[in-house]
């Protein structure tokens, strides 16, 4: 449901009911019933929501054909125990870890096949006492995962960051050659397993101006970059790089490769954005299942207005049900 003051609750509604997912999957819902009726209410999402009980439930038969015929679409909802009340930011942060912590709990339990999360708010985290910056890091800790890593897809583009929410500042002391070189190796991984590209094609870019010009302006890739990229050829993966990030957009450099792994948060957000708008899904790499989420944050200034637009959401839940159907879980990154 994700943070219950953002726009969270209102683009999962919406997206339930949108011609592109409405009866495709057998959606769960973790979160709270009465705060997905009130946004059902306030967007005219024609839904029933089903309290669930984790013990009891039993994926097939718990609600599955319910409402058939009838206007209003059958959804169950599991609202994690003990979850708290209020809008506080700590209320708020709490409640979106227990909803993550929750879903984390129904795949890695195998009565989920994906898990696609709504946006939670980093400094309502911090308000509850979660060190985590995000959901990447929050489910790579829930998961014991050895990495992890955001890719953001659309059908225009694939491309993962070697760092992700971290100050400009503090980039070149957070990259490392294992570090890069660890990045490639899941995100080739991911393409292959993910995405059934048997023998895929990935190019890796630059963190400095002109990839540092031989030194002039950083040495990042050098002693960092150029390593990482030759590692990973030995390991056997296809790639190329490090390319100066401006002209490998703008000539269309990207089209030529099936994935590309980009040095930080903007340098990679900003083509996707621009290439597929709302329409570009978060995936998490490295994570037992599949993990999506849409491409936006909480936008509180437009929650709980009915103004929400839901196709980030709507395209999250297509493409981890395509990725979901097409693996055997656990998904395994050895």
Known sequence: MGDPAGVGPEVVVKALVSKEAAGRFLPVVVGSVRTLERAARLTGAKLEFVPL?????QPPASFAGRGAGRVARTVGVLTPAGM?????????????????????????????????????SKATLAAAG?????????????????????????????????????????????LSRSGVEGVI??????????FGIASPRLAVLALNPHAGEAGLLGREEESVIVPAVRA????GAAVEGPFPADSFFSRGRWRDFD????????QALIPAKLL???RVVNVTLGLPFVRTSPGHGTAEDLAWRGRAEAEGMTSAILLAGHLS??????????
């Open 53 to 57: 009980d984790w013990n009891d439930w």
């Open 84 to 120: 708290p009340r209020g809008s506080s930011a700590r209320a708020r942060g709490e409640t979106a870890f227990a909803c993550v912590n929750e879903g984390v709990r129904l795949c890695v339990a195998g009565r989920a096949r994906a898990l696609v999360t709504a946006p939670i």
């Open 130 to 174: 979660l060190r985590c910056t995000g959901h990447t890091e929050m489910l790579r800790i829930l998961c014991g995962a050895k990495r992890t890593v955001m890719m953001f897809a659309s059908d225009e583009l694939r491309v993962s960051l070697a760092t992700t929410h971290v100050p400009v500042a503090r980039l070149a002391r957070e």
């Open 185 to 194: 190796t899941l995100t080739h991984r991911a393409v292959r397993m993910l």
């Open 232 to 235: 990973a050829r030995r390991k």
């Open 259 to 266: 994935a590309t792994v980009a040095m930080y948060h903007d």
């Open 276 to 278: 597929a708008g709302d």
């Open 325 to 334: 159907e097409k693996v055997r879980l656990p998904l395994r990154w050895d």
